[in-house]
């Protein structure tokens, strides 16, 4: 039996493979591999697609946050780094990487709860956060993660930045391509980080990242950032890194770029086709029947996640394993019980319970945008068959 895999890239580059192979091609003719033309191409293009006035290539989504928040210490506080005493609030429930990057600024993680309802910050802890006592006054920034592909609810999220003079630094490494209220994820906080690591939804065939701003000294900051910290090699200001896009990947990446809206329309019809089977399964709850909100933006479904109402998770993976269908947990761990933040001093306010139960309740099927729709009809029907899982 041939496993229904969570994403199939192999499939995906036959799909491109005229396109991919000749911007190959034409990075072998100019063999300008550092800052080759193609990493401006990719830069405008982004910008314009995503309605911001910069955006700077970067070696991976983690280094987009680093450099983020980099160049906001920078800006804000005229500091290479932020300090022990700098806090900036994030979600428990995201990759490693968002955490990191906070620890890596400087500053420390103030870890604050998610709904359930959409598995994102919720605004109204962070509100919460903010005005208890031990915390207020230090909080320096948010970086809202657009987890699973769906925006988080930035209207509350930039109304409590500008209420306490925070910047935004949205995670976007999910979310390429999502809105919120008509306007691109990544074109609404201060900066926006995407990552382009090869199983996301715009991936290269290695790292990468970029930097959204409209701000202008923030985007030269990121600009001297990834090349050692200094316009040129022999004027160097800050403590910088070898940050930057590679040429090849730039190629790569133009060249998908031009799929992907068409590539997140298949994956919502996946997701929606998902919804509509699954629905009514008694032991389960699917993102359609969570929290609708009124700004609702585009979901483009990354990931297509669920959670289980009982303990029984495990006994789905392993019946769908059975049936030939892989499943992923993201994430089985949240960041404030991971030794690395314990031990750099991360504070969560609160008890952080809904991250720890979606921690042990979700898990994501198979998304992979060329995935025929036998594949998602069995998938449901296998799900609906389950009965003797619960
Ligand atoms: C993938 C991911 C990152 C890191 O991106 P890389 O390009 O792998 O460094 C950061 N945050 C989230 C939420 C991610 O999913």
Redesign the pocket.
């Known amino acids: 039996m041939k496993k229904i895999p969570m994403l199939d890239l192999q499939l995906e580059y036959q799909y491109m493979k005229a396109d991919v192979d000749a911007a190959i091609q034409r990075c072998l003719e100019h063999q300008r591999w550092i800052f080759g033309p193609e990493v401006a191409e990719l830069e405008q293009k982004i910008a314009s697609y995503l309605d911001v006035k910069h955006c700077i290539g970067c070696s ?3 280094d987009a ?1 680093v450099l983020s928040l980099r160049a906001l210490a920078i800006k804000v506080k005229g500091q290479e780094y932020w300090e022990e005493n700098d806090l900036i609030i994030t979600t428990p429930f ?2 490693t ?2 955490g990191d990057a906070i620890l890596r600024s400087g500053a420390r993680p103030l870890f604050v709860d998610i709904d359930l309802g959409t598995y994102n910050i919720a605004p109204e802890q962070i509100r919460e956060a903010l005005d208890s006592s031990p915390y207020s006054g230090k909080v320096v920034g948010i970086v809202p ?1 657009h987890l699973y592909g769906r925006g988080c609810e930035m209207g509350e999220i930039i109304d409590i930045a500008r209420e306490h003079g925070l910047f935004v630094v949205e ?1 976007v ?2 979310a390429f391509g999502g809105e919120w209220m008509g306007k691109k994820l990544g074109s609404i906080g201060t900066t926006g980080c995407f ?1 382009f ?1 090869p199983s ?1 939804n715009l991936g290269g065939f290695g ?1 990468g ?1 970029m930097v959204s701003t409209d701000d202008a000294d923030v985007a030269e900051f990121v600009r001297k950032l990834i090349r050692h910290g200094g316009k040129d090699k022999y004027n160097v200001e800050h403590i910088g890194y070898n940050a930057r896009l590679d040429t090849l990947q730039a190629a790569i990446i133009l060249a998908k770029f031009i799929y992907i809206d068409e590539f997140n329309e298949r994956r919502i019809k996946i997701a929606e086709a998902y919804n509509t089977g699954l629905n009514e399964v008694g032991g389960l709850i699917v993102p359609s029947s969570q929290k609708l909100l009124e700004e609702d933006g585009k979901h483009v479904y990354h990931q297509y996640t669920l959670r289980t109402k009982g303990s029984n998770r495990e006994k789905y993976q392993e019946y769908l394993n059975e049936n030939g269908i892989s499943t992923m947990v993201y994430y089985p761990t949240p960041l404030h019980e991971m030794k690395v933040f314990e031990q750099a001093g991360s504070l969560s306010f609160g008890h952080l319970e809904n991250s720890e139960y979606a921690s042990k309740s979700v898990f994501s099927l198979p998304m992979e945008p060329l995935q025929s729709e036998e594949a998602t009809g069995f998938i449901v029907d296998t799900i609906k068959h389950s009965v003797n899982v619960t």
């Open positions: 991976s989504g983690t946050l995201t990759f990487a968002t993660v995670d490494a999910q990552s690591f996301k790292d990242g």
